[in-house]
Each structure stands twice: as structure tokens, then as C-alpha cells.
């Protein structure tokens, strides 16, 4: 039996094909009539029973050859579907005597078309010749980057076929726009399931075990009070953000299985949103509840969480997943990358691998570590996050950075936002040529500024009103060769902290304001590492290192702390032998001669010590800095994974942006927006709701919060959010949200 979709299969029995369409027999033919079994083709499609590619990988045909057919039925009708087989009459042929012409121009380079040009054949003709004599076939632009598209076999714990799954090329076309319903849709085509129960999903668990579903339907059943469903409101957002047609168009799938790639992403999503902060935490959650929130009978558990993305880091594409939603991000928030805020953050290790050190600047000391370093945008949102190869500074870290983001960001004007660890007056000048303008504080010693120079300046931004004491002067560096602005700020206590920019079309106070703003990063990290678990270690796996990287010589470490060690002797006898020419008494030993003889047991230590430490000056002179790291480390050079990290840092980026933007969103309904927005939000996402599904229509019925007033800035968000209604990924049930009870007081 061939399953095409919910509706259709087809049942082959003693040498006859039946088209069985909703349970009811329709079309039978031999095997072996090829009249009948086109026919049975183009009626599934022309009746709309099934779609092209669902056809024509049932009859083992390509798409061409399903819509080539339906063009000979409707011009022709049975009879053009009835052609005999064989050559078509008329149609020049190449001949045997011409294949070594065939060859030779192959060889020249000619391109099948121009060689049916001379001969005066069909393309077709030349290509079919060239194949047969052992020619391959010519690859358009771009066909090696498809082909690494392609998605590893089926889950063996999922699916007991070998088979590969279709990459995006081969994704059902889009159905045509049901006049019915309004709302958009992430996806292509819905999925479709054979289970009547949407309580239990057997019969798609079956068809993903034999490797014939690429993903689950999903399937709502109405409920009250469903815990976590308040989750929902964020996926209006997460369809309209791109983030699952990046997926697809980036991972393809990931074989046949019952939690397919669709799935996997919205349920990672929704669990950062309901803090379930890692896989683990899937324990703590009824699987029925969290499935009824994606409408499957139950939630993947963690270790099928686990294998989904170990397969998704297996296949090495998570930067690329990250630029394409960069892209559609830059294509959302508009002017919000004019100002972008780079800084690193450090994830402390306390494993017993060895890697790279890191300075902890929380906790003042330097233990191993790994340093991620973010770029946010002007609101603070996170737009991209890299990992930095062996700790590197952030000096050299910003170039290639931002050059990934020019390349994806475009030709825009940006201005790039840091603090003293990228200071280099040499990178300045690079990043001004590069056409990025920067802002950072000034690093070193600084004479003050007279206070006569600051005064208090005020402006309206974002609706506030912004007040400074400001001095703005110019700045030289380098000797000169580079200028840029100094606005600097004086505190109430005198301190004064100075800001180099080379924007010079900026009023002091946005300077100020904007290098200030610069927490809004820092209150970004300490946010993610405390409710999405930023910190956390997602595997254990570990891969090669370049062993020729150059690291600290501990060799010379240990000379340079010995050589250390004996100056300060050295200093400390040199002062005790010249404190005894201080105290010498003059009466008792008139000459240097004298005094030496009566010292001279401490002359002798002196003599010792400047000995012991020219020996080691020497030592050090001769011993390298820095060596690579393969003549320092035992065994192979390795460093921790960080392809399952940057996954789950992206999945984890995304959940906060639909954070952030529900946010603003609530902003006109909300007064305390700035201090309790987020938390309201949060307390939504993870609240109870009600759960209606009628007339093609998904209702999340949200339970009502703690106050009235809360309830009713989040109905009038829900209200927001059904004004541009979209599709449940997978399905067509258009989403409608609303607050039960009334929300007056």
C-alpha cells in the first residue's frame, strides 16, 4: 500500500493498482497500462485530491512527467494519453556514425545545446548520447552548495528505513489560497495524519518508524485550563519572524521521524519561553501537557531532545541558520542596526578538559573558560553571537565580526558600540576606513578636564528626558594621524569618565546616552544566564584544535616568575648591605676598604644574587614567549564542541527577541511597561489557558492574571495580535486569542 496523504492510497494487488479516495475505491487499472495509469495521475491532481509531488513520488515519476501528462490530457484527452512507446516519429535522431563527433566536441568543451545546434538535434538527443558515452551530466551554478543540503539518513531510533529525506527541493508545492481564510501561513503545505485520536498518535508514530512521515500533524484537542498554553501567543511571532522557513531552507529535515524538524524548532522555542532552561528540565513537565500545547499527544522527552540535536549539530549549519535569520531580523527591525553594541561574554568551565584560560572579571581571576561575543542591536536586542577561538580579545575578535555583519547587514551607516577591551587607536582607524563609526570609553591615564569647561546639558530621548553634565572637545591619537570627539561626562562626586566618538553629527547628550545605554547588554547577559541558563553546557563532546596556535610558553612563565623572584632578592640584599652604609660608623672603619672587609659576608650574597640573576635574564632571552600550543600540550590539541552551543544560543535568541517584541506590543496598553513589561509578558507565556478548536479556528482562551488591570493590558495584546491572524505551523487553523472573564474592576 502507497499512502499519498490523509485522503488517498494506493492498494497494488495481483497485478492491478487501486486509487482508493476517502475509503472509497475509485480507479482501477492493470500495472502495465500506462493509458490508466495516467489518467489515474492527472485525476488525483486535476480533482485536487492530492498534489503533484504527492503523485508523482507515489508512481515513481517525476513532477514533469505528472504536470507533462495533465498538458496531453487537457489538449488531447484519453488518446493523447494512450501514445505509443518508442522514438517519436519525425524527430531528428543522432546517428551512430556521429557519436565519436559527439565525443570529440565534448571534449572541446561545447555545451550539449551547442552541439545540437551543429547537429541539428534536440538538447535532449546530445544529452541522452553523451551519457551513454560515459559523459556526466553538467551540474547548473550552485549545484555543489545544494548538494550540501543534503540531510543524513532517517533517525535509527525512529525509523527502520535507510532512506534519506527529500531536501527542500523536493518540499510539497504550495496549495492554492483557501478564499476562506486570510491569515498567513509559515508553511508550504499542512501536514496531514491518519490518527483519529489526536490523544493518541499511534498510527503516525508507525508511519515514522517505517520511514514514510517526515513529521507529525499537528492535531488540537480542546482543553481547560492546559498548563504552559499561554505560551501560544508567541508563536503569531515566530511564524511572522521567518524562523522556521530559515530552518528549512537551511537543515531541509532531519529524516524520517514523528518530531520532524518543524516540530523541533517550535518546541525548543516554546521551552526557552517557559524556562525550561535545558533538556534536563523536560523531566520536571508532564509530556502530555507540553504536547497539547504543540498539538501531539505528548512532548519529545530529553533524550529525544538530545538526538535531535545532537542530528542538527551533526549537520553543521548553524551559522549558516544564524545569517539567514540575521537577515530577516535586519529586514524587521530597520534603523535598530544603526547602532550596534559588541561586547563578550564569559562562560566559566569546570570540567576537567584542558582548555584555553580566560579572565572571569566577575569573579577577578582567570580559570578556563569560553568567551561568546554578542552583537545587540540599539534596544538591546541580541542580533548574532560568535565564539571566540581561544579566548581571543576583543581586539581582535571586532574585524572579522564585523565583517560578517556588513555582509549581512548591507551598506547601511552602522556605529559600532564597546568598551575598553577593544581599545586600539590602530583598530579605530581600521574600522573608520571599513566605513563603521565607533564609541568606547577612553582607556589610560587622562589629565582632567577644568571644570569650567562641563555644562549641564538636557534632550528628550525615547520619551525621556536625558540630563548630563558635559564637556565635548576633539581628541588626537596616534600622533595626530587620527582625530575623533571627546564628550565627557562629570558625575556629582567629580568623577569624570571620557567617550571617544567619531560621530560628530550627534548631540553630546545622544553620545553620552548611548554609550551609557551600553548596560542594557550587560542587563541582557545577567538576564539569559539566569532564565534561559546561557551558562549551561549542552554536550560534552570535545574536536580538533589547530595545534600550531601560539600560546604563552609556560617555559618561559616559569624563568620570567624565578627571574621575578630573585630581583626582589637581589633588591632586598643590596638594601641591607646599603643600609649598613648608612649605620657605618666612621671611627671604626674610615675607608670603603674597611667596610668591605667588615661586610663582606653580605657583599658576597650580593655578588651571588646579581649572578643568579643575570643567569636567569639570559635563560629568558634565549627561551620563546610564545610557542604553538602542540609543543605545550600532552596528546592531541583539542577544544570543547561549538556547534550544538551556537544552536542553542540562536533558538535561545529568538525566544527572548518574541520576548522583546510582545513587549512592545503590550508598551501603549501597559504604564509600567519599562519596569514590569518582560515579567507580565513572562507571566502570560507560562500561564494556563483554554483551548477551542471549531470552524477552522484555533481559540487560546488565556486564564485571567493576577489583577485586573493586568488582564486587560494582556486582552488588549491578545486583541493586537488577532488583527494580523496567522496559521499554526503545520496546519491551517487560523489562531484567535483572548483573556477569559471580564477584565474591568
Not at 305 to 326: C, E, I, N, P, T
Not at 357 to 376: C, E, F, G, L
Not at 507 to 513: D, G, P
Request: hydrophobic share 40%.
Amino acid at each position: 500500500m502507497t499512502i499519498l496523504n490523509g485522503r488517498c492510497r494506493i492498494v497494488t494487488r495481483d497485478e492491478h493498482s487501486l486509487v482508493v479516495i476517502d475509503g472509497i475505491p475509485t480507479i482501477n487499472h492493470a500495472i502495465k497500462d500506462r493509458m490508466a495509469e495516467a489518467y489515474a495521475m492527472v485525476t488525483l491532481v486535476d480533482q485536487e485530491y492530492a498534489t503533484q509531488k504527492q503523485v508523482a513520488s507515489a508512481f515513481g515519476v517525476s513532477t514533469r512527467t505528472v504536470r507533462r501528462q495533465q498538458e496531453r490530457f487537457a489538449q488531447g484527452g484519453l488518446a493523447a494519453l494512450g501514445r505509443t512507446s518508442g522514438y517519436p516519429k519525425g524527430r531528428p535522431r543522432v546517428s551512430t556514425v556521429r557519436s565519436r563527433q559527439v565525443d570529440r566536441l565534448k571534449t572541446q568543451g561545447c555545451s550539449n545545446r551547442q552541439i545540437a545546434a551543429r547537429l541539428g538535434v534536440t538538447e535532449k538527443a546530445v544529452r541522452k548520447l553523451a551519457r551513454r558515452l560515459g559523459w556526466k551530466q553538467e551540474e547548473p551554478e550552485g549545484a555543489q552548495e545544494a548538494l550540501n543540503l543534503q540531510v543524513p539518513g532517517a533517525d535509527p531510533n525512529l525509523s527502520a528505513s535507510s532512506a534519506t529525506p527529500d531536501d527542500k527541493g523536493d518540499a510539497p508545492p504550495a496549495p492554492p489560497a483557501d478564499p476562506n481564510l486570510s491569515a498567513s501561513s509559515d508553511e508550504e503545505d499542512p501536514e496531514w495524519s491518519m490518527d483519529p485520536d489526536p490523544a493518541d498518535r499511534v498510527v503516525d508514530r508507525f508511519l515514522a518508524y517505517m520511514g514514510m512521515l517526515a513529521d507529525a500533524a499537528p492535531i488540537f484537542r480542546p482543553g481547560s485550563r492546559v498548563p504552559g498554553a499561554g505560551v501560544l501567543l508567541a508563536v503569531p511571532w515566530l511564524v511572522r519572524s521567518g524562523v522556521l522557513q530559515c530552518a528549512r531552507d537551511v537543515y531541509g529535515g532531519i529524516g524520517p521521524a514523528f518530531y520532524g524538524l518543524r516540530t523541533v524548532i517550535v518546541t525548543l522555542v516554546l521551552m526557552a519561553l517557559l524556562r525550561i532552561r535545558h533538556p534536563e528540565g523536560l523531566k520536571e513537565h508532564n509530556a502530555q501537557d507540553l504536547g497539547r500545547i504543540i498539538g501531539l499527544d505528548r512532548a519529545p522527552e530529553t533524550k529525544t531532545v538530545r538526538r535531535k540535536l545532537s542530528r542538527l549539530a551533526a549537520m553543521g549549519r548553524a551559522a549558516d541558520f544564524q545569517r539567514a535569520l540575521v537577515r530577516r531580523r535586519v529586514e524587521a527591525v530597520g534603523d535598530a542596526v544603526g547602532f550596534l553594541y559588541v561586547d563578550g561574554h564569559v562562560r566559566v568551565y569546570h570540567g576537567k578538559r584542558p582548555i584555553p584560560k580566560a579572565h572571569v572579571t566577575r569573579m577577578r581571576i582567570s580559570m578556563p573558560a569560553i568567551t561568546d561575543y554578542w552583537v545587540n542591536d540599539a534596544t538591546g536586542d541580541p542580533l548574532m553571537v560568535i565564539t571566540a577561538e581561544a579566548n581571543a580579545g576583543l581586539v581582535k575578535t571586532l574585524p572579522p565580526l564585523l565583517r560578517q555583519v556588513r555582509a549581512l547587514v548591507g551598506e547601511r551607516p552602522m556605529t559600532v558600540i564597546f568598551d575598553r577591551g577593544g581599545w586600539s587607536p590602530s583598530l579605530f582607524l581600521d574600522l573608520i576606513g571599513a566605513g563603521f563609526d565607533i564609541m568606547t570609553y577612553r582607556k589610560g591615564p587622562l589629565r582632567p578636564v577644568p571644570a569650567g569647561q562641563f555644562k549641564k546639558h538636557e534632550e528628550m530621548i525615547d520619551g525621556r528626558t536625558v540630563s548630563y553634565c558635559l564637556a565635548d572637545k576633539g581628541a588626537w591619537l596616534m600622533g595626530g594621524k587620527l582625530r575623533l570627539r571627546q564628550v565627557t561626562r562629570r558625575s556629582d562626586d567629580g568623577h569624570q569618565t571620557a567617550i571617544l566618538t567619531s560621530r560628530r553629527d550627534l548631540s553630546a547628550v545622544q553620545v553620552a546616552w548611548r554609550m551609557f545605554e551600553r548596560w542594557r547588554q550587560e542587563n541582557f547577559f545577567k538576564y539569559l544566564k539566569h532564565n534561559y541558563a546561557l551558562d549551561a553546557l549542552v554536550d560534552y563532546n570535545v574536536e580538533p584544535d589547530d595545534p600550531a596556535r601560539s600560546v604563552p610558553n609556560p617555559q618561559w612563565a616559569k624563568i620570567d616568575a624565578m627571574m621575578r623572584k630573585a630581583k626582589t632578592e637581589l633588591t632586598r640584599i643590596q638594601a641591607r648591605y646599603g643600609m649598613e652604609a648608612v649605620l657605618n660608623v666612621e671611627q671604626l672603619r674610615r675607608t670603603m676598604r674597611g667596610f668591605k672587609i667588615a661586610n663582606a659576608e653580605i657583599l658576597q650574597q650580593v655578588l651571588a644574587a646579581m649572578k643568579r640573576y643575570v643567569l636567569l635574564y639570559g635563560q629568558r632571552s634565549r627561551t620563546p614567549k610564545r610557542v604553538p600550543v602542540g609543543q605545550v600540550t600532552p596528546g592531541q590539541v583539542i577544544k570543547l564542541s561549538t556547534e550544538r552551543k551556537l544552536l542553542t544560543n540562536i533558538l535561545k535568541m529568538v525566544a527572548y527577541q518574541a520576548e522583546s517584541d510582545l513587549v512592545r506590543i503590550l508598551a501603549p496598553f501597559y504604564k509600567r511597561t519599562d519596569d514590569e513589561g518582560r515579567r507580565l509578558v513572562t507571566t502570560a507565556l507560562c500561564s494556563p489557558a483554554d483551548i477551542d478548536v471549531a470552524d477552522g479556528t484555533l481559540l487560546v482562551r488565556l486564564a485571567p492574571l493576577s489583577s485586573p488591570h493586568r488582564s486587560r493590558a494582556i486582552a488588549a495584546l491578545c486583541q493586537e495580535l488577532n488583527r494580523s491572524p496567522v496559521c499554526f505551523p503545520g496546519t491551517k487553523l487560523v489562531m484567535r486569542f483572548a483573556v477569559d472573564g471580564p477584565q474591568t474592576p
